[in-house]
């Protein structure tokens, strides 16, 4: 397949995306309709995906998979901590102050948080089946 | 990799062959599918290239992998003074 597109298109692409992102941004605040927002952020998320992969220069290799993987990695592991600790300390908060005039508020938030180190957890462990099985590691032959 | 033999360090001579060849490293990378910073991490002994990519880069010199890469042993080279601290095959 030919590719089109250099490496400055691409951030220029980039760059007219996240313009379009604040506008529609904006425009959701004044329609009051979240819905918008999060589409027009999904949309501008495909549009940069399919643009990276028109590019004509090489910008991905084994090393950039290393760096990102590593990286990703770590993040994972940081934010995994740290909503972890967010949601507990909220479930403390719901358990000591069962009557304060936020509790509900901090009780939904905190059910919320508690959703995504649980769907993180899930993710990481299908994935990480996912890859063993795709480089080996099932097999038992010797 | 800390292993019971000491730190084990791949050491290649890209540079050499890419002078040789008058390459740059921007040709070399495109020749290869990598990046530019690929072919500087190599060289500089940041990286270890996959083994594919080894050989991608020594069939495209046309030598042997062993005359692009080897592997040493800086404690026991240290130790042993004489050798170059190429790791002993077995026999």
């Known amino acids: ?35 918008i927002c999060a589409i ?41 901590i740290l909503v972890s600790a967010y949601a507990f300390s909220g479930v403390a908060v719901i358990l000591t102050l069962p009557h304060h005039p936020c509790g509900q508020i901090v009780s939904n938030f905190t059910l919320s948080y508690l959703l995504l180190p649980c769907m993180m957890i899930l993710l990481y462990t299908a994935l990480r089946y996912y890859y063993a099985y795709k480089y080996g590691g099932f097999e038992s032959e010797e | 990799m800390r292993t019971s ?3 084990l360090k791949v050491k290649n001579r890209i540079k ?15 020749a290869l599918g990598v990046t530019r910073q690929t072919i500087l991490a190599i060289e500089k002994e940041k990286y270890d290239p996959s083994l594919s990519l080894a050989f991608r ?31 002993p095959w077995p026999k």
């Open chain 1, 1 to 35: 397949m030919n590719k089109h597109l250099h490496k400055n298109g691409f951030l220029a692409i980039i760059g007219i995306v996240a313009l379009l992102e604040v506008i529609v941004f904006y425009f959701a605040i004044t329609v009051r309709s979240p819905i």
């Open chain 1, 40 to 80: 027009g952020l999904i949309i501008g998320i495909i549009i940069i995906t399919l643009a990276r992969t028109q590019i004509q220069e090489i910008v991905e290799d084994e090393r950039t998979e290393l760096i990102v993987g590593k990286a990703a990695t770590r993040t994972l592991h940081i934010v995994l």
């Open chain 2, 5 to 7: 033999m000491g730190d």
């Open chain 2, 16 to 30: 050499v062959f890419r002078a040789m060849h008058d390459l740059t490293q921007e040709k070399l990378a495109q």
């Open chain 2, 57 to 87: 880069i020594a069939y495209y010199f046309n030598v042997k992998i062993e005359d692009l890469f080897t592997y040493t042993n800086e404690e026991l080279q240290q130790v042993s003074g004489t050798s170059d601290g190429d790791l």
